[in-house]
Structure formats: structure tokens, C-alpha cells
């Protein structure tokens, strides 16, 4: 059993920075291709980034593509999501997951993913 703990989350002017962090435990952290998922009111959880195991192939949304920037220690068994130029409309709920064990394909499907977060709240103000 994977347990996941997010940090780092907080209240940010337009243009700002942020960079949440996930810390797993529980598991054999390098087995597992990591995400980062955001959730706002009233809409569905939609994928923000994710990376393989190794660490050496990631994926994003378009949303956010060329902006944020996810990435994992997988020694300190964590991963970040460093967040730059944020806009009003990248305020959520933000989630980090664990894939499942040993598979680094469909990391965009959030059906692939087994372990979740408690989340964190992400506010970006115009």
C-alpha cells in the first residue's frame, strides 16, 4: 500500500510560482510512473503531468505545457510539480498519484492510476 502526502500548495498572484511536492511512502517508490492531477469546482479530476519511472519521459496537458514542470527523486521518493506564469484558471484541488506497479503506459488515463493523494489547494488570483 502506497500512501501519498502533498505539500507545498498555497495562494499566488497571477505570474507566480509554486512547486508542490508529493512524498510516498509505503512502497517501492522507483516502481511506480508518478502524476499530478487538479480538480476545480464543479469540474472533473483532468491530468496535469506525469512521468515515467525512470524519471526520463513525461507527459502534460496543453493547458499547462511549457509551464509547469514535473519531476521525481526517486532516492527521496517524491515528486514535484514546479508550477511558473500561473493563471487564474490553474486554481484546484491538486492531487499526486502512483500508477500502477510496474507500467508506464497511459500516463495521461487517470484510470491507471492506484493511489491518491489527500490533495492540495492551489489559488491563483488576478
Known amino acids: 500500500q502506497v500512501q501519498l502526502v502533498e505539500s507545498g500548495g498555497g495562494s499566488v498572484q497571477a505570474g507566480g510560482s509554486l512547486r508542490p511536492s508529493c512524498a510516498a511512502s509505503g512502497g517501492t517508490f522507483s516502481q511506480y510512473a508518478m502524476g499530478w492531477f487538479r480538480q476545480a469546482p464543479g469540474q472533473e479530476r483532468e491530468v496535469v503531468a506525469a512521468?515515467?519511472?525512470?524519471?526520463?519521459?513525461?507527459v502534460y496537458s496543453d493547458s499547462v505545457k511549457g509551464r509547469f514542470t514535473i519531476s521525481r527523486d526517486n532516492a527521496k521518493t517524491t515528486v514535484y510539480l514546479q508550477m511558473n506564469s500561473l493563471k487564474a484558471e490553474d486554481t484546484a484541488v491538486y492531487y499526486c498519484a502512483a500508477h500502477l506497479l510496474g507500467r508506464d503506459l497511459r500516463l495521461a488515463d487517470i484510470y491507471e492510476y492506484a493511489y491518491w493523494g489527500q490533495g492540495t489547494q492551489v489559488t491563483v488570483s488576478s
Open positions: 512521468v515515467r519511472r525512470s524519471g526520463c519521459h513525461t
